[in-house]
């Protein structure tokens, strides 16, 4: 059975719209771990649009699952990374005009780079995977790198209509079947969905689907109600204490 890896990059987003302190991604995390998650994922980006070092920092003190951290395969990531340590890197391509990571990583142009990361950060104890698309090329190439991990882009099969869903399905499923051959560990995520992650999750030899936007997605719905509660009930009733006022500066 497949594990889960929370994504809590977009809690940060939220936060970052307003250049203030709320929502918290590392008190998020916490509130991820209580509903079951195995592992929290950020993705410290190189512009600093959501998750930001001290969050990373922070995350590093206080998740108790695993830390895994997405990140350009650059020198200062690498350098953040051995600072920080968390449990596992997945190096992501990344682009400044993405609004997302789009594609996967191309691991078959940059074998010798990334291979010199992989054993750096390897040799400190930090697991590394790399987030690649599901072709044999691809999955060849990340095991030549020395990583034990990879995570196949589940996005093309997210994207796909109904029609051409069981084609990427099957691509993902060969994807995951190649890789284990490689001796490679196999995660997964990118576009995940309510609706679309059981087929995945039901992929043999998946070990981790890492999931965002959904789960952020579904916590505003489920929880927006009880928001709105307890913000009526402080209007309808509020606290008349003297002292109140005077402790606001
Ligand atoms: N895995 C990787 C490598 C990603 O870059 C992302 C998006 O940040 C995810 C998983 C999670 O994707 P989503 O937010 O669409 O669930």
Same mark, same amino acid.
């Given at each position: 059975?497949?594990?889960? #890896?929370?994504?809590?990059?977009? @809690?940060?987003?939220?936060?970052?719209?307003?250049?203030?302190?709320?929502?918290?991604?590392?008190?998020?995390?916490?509130?991820?771990?209580? %509903? &079951?998650?195995? #592992?929290?994922?950020?993705?410290?980006?190189?512009?600093?649009?959501?998750i930001?070092?001290?969050?990373?920092?922070?995350?590093?003190?206080? $998740?108790?699952?695993?830390?895994?951290?997405?990140?350009?395969?650059?020198?200062?990531?690498?350098? /953040?990374?051995?600072? @920080?340590?968390?449990?596992?890197?997945?190096?992501?391509?990344?682009?400044?005009?993405?609004v997302?990571?789009? %594609? &996967?990583?191309?691991?078959?142009?940059?074998?010798?780079?990334?291979?010199? /990361?992989?054993?750096?950060?390897?040799?400190?104890?930090? &697991?590394?995977?790399? +987030? $690649?698309?599901?072709?044999?090329?691809?999955?060849?190439?990340?095991?030549?790198?020395?990583a034990?991990? $990879?995570?196949?882009?589940?996005?093309?099969?997210?994207?796909?209509?109904?029609?051409?869903?069981?084609?990427e399905?099957?691509?993902?499923?060969?994807?995951c079947?190649?890789?284990?051959?490689? #001796?490679?560990?196999?995660?997964?995520?990118?576009?995940?969905?309510?609706?679309?992650?059981?087929?995945?999750?039901?992929?043999?030899?998946?070990?981790?689907?890492?999931?965002?936007?959904? /789960?952020?997605?579904?916590?505003?719905?489920? #929880?927006?109600?009880?928001?709105v509660?307890?913000?009526?009930?402080?209007?309808?009733?509020?606290?008349?204490?003297?002292? +109140? &006022?005077?402790?606001?500066?």
């Amino acid at each position: 059975m497949a594990s889960l #890896g929370v994504n809590i990059d977009h @809690i940060a987003n939220v936060r970052q719209a307003r250049r203030s302190v709320e929502p918290d991604p590392v008190t998020h995390a916490l509130l991820a771990e209580l %509903g &079951g998650a195995d #592992g929290i994922t950020v993705h410290l980006r190189e512009d600093r649009r959501h998750i930001q070092d001290r969050d990373v920092e922070l995350l590093r003190q206080t $998740v108790r699952t695993r830390l895994n951290l997405e990140m350009a395969a650059t020198a200062e990531m690498e350098a /953040i990374a051995l600072r @920080i340590h968390p449990d596992m890197v997945t190096l992501v391509p990344e682009r400044r005009q993405e609004v997302t990571t789009e %594609g &996967g990583l191309d691991v078959a142009s940059q074998v010798a780079v990334l291979g010199g /990361i992989v054993e750096r950060l390897q040799g400190a104890g930090i &697991g590394v995977s790399l +987030f $690649v698309d599901p072709v044999a090329q691809q999955l060849d190439a990340s095991c030549a790198t020395g990583a034990r991990w $990879v995570e196949l882009h589940t996005g093309r099969y997210a994207e796909a209509s109904w029609q051409e869903q069981p084609a990427e399905l099957e691509r993902l499923a060969g994807g995951c079947a190649i890789a284990r051959q490689l #001796g490679l560990r196999v995660n997964a995520g990118h576009g995940l969905t309510y609706a679309n992650v059981e087929p995945v999750a039901a992929i043999e030899g998946m070990d981790e689907l890492n999931i965002g936007h959904t /789960i952020v997605a579904r916590a505003l719905a489920v #929880g927006l109600q009880a928001a709105v509660r307890e913000m009526r009930a402080l209007i309808q009733n509020p606290r008349r204490d003297p002292l +109140f &006022g005077s402790r606001v500066p």
